[in-house]
């Protein structure tokens, strides 16, 4: 876990979160805590100059941005359950998904991780066992399966493979 990860997991109430502030007033300072109408809160956070927003929703999950201009999600987006486990995270670029994205699934320990391209996946992506052992590898192009999906079993042998181009099996 990371800074900002440990932080957001730590923060219940806003009390924690104004003590925590007053520790580090180089460093953080708090914007604005607001209950939204559901009953869910959301905190925000300077660490070290970048703007954090924290959601926490009434199911458990929390959800860690960093900086949005003009209500564009842009930069660091985290979002995580409610034992504090990263369930999904990577970066926004103008509100679209950039670079390297994963995600995770805790139930049955599956997540994948791959790249974007201004919102659209592309290139190689990898689904992974919960040992880490790859399942999948699947390849995109502007958003189609193009090239080869390979599927592996736990142990590391290959499965299957088909070849896909423009969405279509050739």
Not at 78 to 106: A, C, M, P, S
Not at 138 to 164: H, L, V
């Amino acid at each position: 876990m990371d800074f900002v990860e440990t932080i957001a997991s730590q923060i219940p109430d806003l009390k924690t979160l104004r003590n925590f502030a007053a520790l580090f007033p180089d460093v953080t300072r708090l914007y604005s805590f607001e209950v939204l109408p559901s009953g869910n809160s959301k905190k925000l956070l300077l660490f070290f100059g970048e703007i954090y927003y924290i959601t926490e929703f009434d199911d458990g999950v929390k959800v860690v941005e960093s900086a949005r201009w003009d209500g564009v999600k842009n930069g660091v987006y985290r979002e995580l359950n409610e034992n504090g486990v990263i369930t999904r995270e990577g970066r926004y670029l103008n509100g679209k998904e950039q670079g390297f994205w994963k995600t995770h699934d805790d139930e049955e320990g599956i997540y994948n991780e791959g790249n974007y391209d201004k919102g659209i996946i592309t290139g190689i992506w990898l689904d992974r066992y919960e040992n880490g052992q790859i399942r999948r590898q699947s390849s995109y192009r502007n958003g189609k399966w193009e090239g080869t999906f390979i599927t592996y079993d736990r142990e590391g042998n290959i499965t299957s493979m088909a070849d896909y181009f423009n969405n279509l099996l050739v």
